[in-house]
């Protein structure tokens, strides 16, 4: 139980420090159990970056499993500071990034490059937040370069699970049934209509993604395309190798990026911001979609923006995170959402319950060593499921953005151009169609829509 007490149709207690409203566990919330085990899922879901950090930035599995730990406390800046959502990864930017660091030789040259564009993200997150100039800039892009953005990002997830050695070559059958998996409970017309009689069903697909995480784990073993032969539970907690992961990666230890290599960044932390933005408006909408009579919840965009730099300079300064730092993690974002709504306040008594619930669990989850051992045994295919999913939905977002044939037109050559030769080309490519193909007349229409756009965005984050 939480020691201070909200009267009704107010906020949760807090103390105030300037735009944050910070709370502390038993003091200004309490701990809910199905946030708990959704919080164990959400440890398993996060070890599943082992993959990408060990196969980029060619770390060590315990130095990988120390980033985690990291990047995990870091999501706890949100329910700390007052900020309304459960942090996550911006998914769709993975490829796009790990495209970016093969450009870069393995070692230190990667790890710099990793580096100077999460501090540049970081930065974008915090000047664009607290200035508003974020408005004005997404404001600019026409509707065929962000759908080709959107769309670069899709492609290129499909590709990299696709091509030669990748995951799909891997664990074919473990991946193939986790995908569907996921894909039935998250995106099936049928399933979501029967889902709105059928409870179980209901539940299932608030937990989609975990879901699919036990089947893959399962069919793993099961096919032996998923080794646990390590896996033991002699020993249940354990240590990463916390300094091993900041001697290896931290700039301070192995020098920052060169001027050229921040320079190149600079587009890849630009197309991240801007597929992280649209976070901001689904979680304003999650909420108000969530909302009840007894609890006032505060959320603002700037203080959003402002933790995700937070998260994404203090990663970047000692551990870079190839998944970057974003604002929402669906499906655990999502599930507490819906939880907060349907049970009432007997079953949550505040939305800071769900919150600070799941992300401390996770922490703890972390440092359970059986866990860590199937994740790290299961965790290219973990992945290689959550990135195809956000293939799928990225390729949906570019659509709904484009307003024409031409807008799809130019998407579809900048996504070929971002798998072929990276994000900086693919803008540079759009840049230009666009240009080309576009007369004044399609020049203002497109403008006037994105005014109303942001008019309507508006709307929701006010």
């Known amino acids: 139980m939480s020691v201070l007490k909200r009267e009704y149709g107010k906020e949760q207690p807090y103390i105030g420090c300037g735009m944050f409203k910070i709370r502390l566990p038993f003091i200004h919330f309490r701990f809910t159990g199905p946030e708990a085990i959704t919080g164990l899922c959400n440890s398993v879901t996060s070890l599943a970056a082992i993959a990408t950090l060990v196969g980029i930035l060619g770390i060590e599995n315990r130095q990988a499993w120390a980033v985690i730990v990291f990047s995990c406390l870091a999501y706890c800046l949100h329910w700390l500071l007052g900020d309304a959502t459960v942090g996550g990864w911006i998914t769709p930017a993975l490829a796009l990034v790990i495209v970016f660091l093969n450009g870069y030789g393995e070692g230190i040259p990667r790890m710099q490059a990793m580096g100077a564009l999460q501090i540049e993200l970081g930065v974008l997150f915090i000047v664009l937040g607290v200035t508003g100039c974020a408005r004005k800039i997404t404001g600019m892009v026409p509707p065929s370069i962000k759908a080709g953005i959107v769309m670069g990002t899709a492609v290129t997830a499909a590709f990299s699970q696709f091509k030669e050695g990748a995951g799909l070559y891997t664990y074919p059958i473990t991946i193939f049934a986790g995908s569907m998996v ?47 032969s390590m896996v033991s539970f002699t020993q249940i907690l354990a240590t990463p190798d916390f300094a091993g992961a900041i001697r290896s990666m931290s700039p301070f230890y192995i020098g920052f990026a060169p001027a050229a290599t921040w320079f190149q960044a600079l587009p890849i932390a630009f197309v991240a911001y801007i597929i992280a933005f649209g976070d901001f408006i689904t979680v304003k909408q999650l909420g108000m979609d969530a909302a009840r009579e007894d609890e006032l919840v505060d959320y603002n965009t700037n203080r959003t923006n402002v933790v995700c730099g937070l998260r994404n300079l203090f990663l970047g300064l000692l551990t870079p995170f190839p998944p970057l730092g974003g604002p929402m993690s669906a499906p655990y974002a999502v599930s507490t959402f819906q939880r907060y709504k349907n049970s009432g306040r007997e079953g949550m008594d505040s939305i800071w319950d769900g919150y600070g619930t799941n992300m401390i669990l996770a922490v703890i989850g972390l440092f359970c060593y059986p866990l860590y051992l199937v994740a790290l045994a299961g965790s290219g295919a973990v992945l290689a499921v959550l990135v195809m999913i956000q293939g799928y939905v990225c390729t949906q977002i570019a659509v ?36 080309l193909l576009c007369g004044p007349e399609k020049i203002r229409q497109d403008y006037q829509f994105n005014l109303q756009k942001q008019k309507e965005e508006d709307e929701v984050l006010q």
């Not at 894909?183 to 399933?191: A, E, I």
């Not at 307003?403 to 971002?418: E, N, P, Q, R, Y």
């Open 182 to 228: 996921v894909f039935y409970f998250m995106f099936s017309t049928y399933f979501k209509k029967h889902s709105e009689r059928i409870h179980l069903f209901r539940i299932m697909g608030r937990f989609a993604f975990a879901c699919g995480v036990f089947v893959c784990l399962l069919v793993g073993a099961v096919t032996g395309e998923i080794d646990y």
């Open 400 to 435: 709904s953005l484009a307003g024409d044939k031409t807008d799809l037109g130019i998407a579809g050559m900048m996504s070929g151009v971002m798998v072929a030769k990276g994000g900086a080309w693919g803008i540079g490519i759009g840049i230009l169609l666009y240009f």
